[in-house]
């Protein structure tokens, strides 16, 4: 199947980072959140993130030029898919939000239409049972930043069909990634090996095992690992990666997946990493600096 119009729901870091690429691409690109102030965070994000390209020599004024001619920031779900080859919806990770949009998106999209979900541990077939066409739904785990990480996890249901995924496949070549395809199941491959990595490194800094920083440097350099596992916690969200390990927990019925209490009190505190300036390290100059944990 040929994609000429791409939808993107969700204006957030990994929404916005998945509809510029989309735009790279060449592709119509329409990117719609809920939210208006949302939506206007994620277009200055997608041109702050070129104007930096720019300013570093690694992309031209020109190619951001012809990009941004493929980007529109559209306001209402249903203009957004109207003409969509390919949808991509990256909300919050709660199910119910999910299954209300994919709803939508049933009722809205071209039945042609191939409707992915970047979620990083829900269950795709329970998001796919919230439309009639079950066979057009893929998982489409991307990672973050979308622009520079070069893996997309493709993911299928029972009922996914041999050309969703391909299409699937095809798309993320077409963006510059490379794919693999697993089966769904809770976490999928990268999820439950990088929660489970990340909650053992918060453990070993609760115990006092190492800084937040010789840990980290163990993985980089020792595993060859090209960040380390706090440094990425902080990167992706402390409160995502305990909402993943929860899901697991639940799923599996096994406490090896429980959340280690200090990445719970670090989540209350609102200590979410970079987004917020501050998780295991402090972010409020730009770069992971040591910070001290709470007791």
């Avoid at 306001?75 to 949009?101: G, N, Q, R, Y």
């Avoid at 929660?195 to 993985?219: C, F, H, P, Q, Y």
């Avoid at 429980?258 to 730009?286: C, F, M, N, Q």
């Amino acid at each position: 199947m040929e994609i000429r119009c791409v939808a993107v729901i969700g204006a957030g870091t990994m929404g916005a980072g998945i509809a510029q690429i989309c735009a790279q691409s060449g592709w119509k690109t329409h990117l719609f959140d809920a939210f208006p102030e949302g939506l206007e965070r994620g277009m200055q994000r997608i041109d702050a993130f070129w104007d930096k390209g720019i300013t570093r020599g690694k992309t031209t004024s020109e190619q951001k030029t012809e990009w941004a001619a493929n980007l529109h920031a559209v306001a209402d779900m249903a203009t957004a898919v109207a003409e969509a080859d390919l949808i991509i919806e990256a909300v919050t990770e709660i199910p119910e939000l999910k299954h209300s949009i994919f709803s939508e998106l049933d009722r809205l999209a071209p039945p042609h239409a191939i409707l992915g979900t970047n979620t990083s541990s829900l269950s795709i077939a329970d998001i796919a049972a919230a439309t009639s066409r079950p066979h057009n739904v893929i998982g489409m785990h991307f990672f973050n930043p979308v622009p520079i990480m070069k893996l997309l996890e493709l993911v299928r249901h029972d009922s996914t069909s041999d050309e969703t995924i391909a299409a699937a496949q095809a798309a993320g070549a077409a963006m510059g990634k490379t794919t693999i395809l697993v089966k769904d199941i809770p976490g999928f491959a990268t999820s439950r090996l990088g929660v489970v990595l990340g909650n053992e490194a918060i453990r070993m800094l609760a115990d006092g095992v190492a800084s937040a920083k010789d840990i980290d440097t163990a993985m980089v350099l020792g595993y060859k690992h090209p960040m380390g596992p706090l440094a990425l916690t902080d990167l992706v969200g402390l409160d995502v990666r305990r909402d993943i390990l929860k899901n697991l927990q639940s799923s599996f019925n096994d406490d090896a997946y429980a959340p280690h209490p200090l990445l719970e009190k670090l989540v209350a505190e609102g200590r979410l990493g970079k987004k917020t300036g501050i998780g295991i390290y402090d972010w409020s100059t730009g770069e992971a600096e040591e910070t001290e944990m709470p007791e």
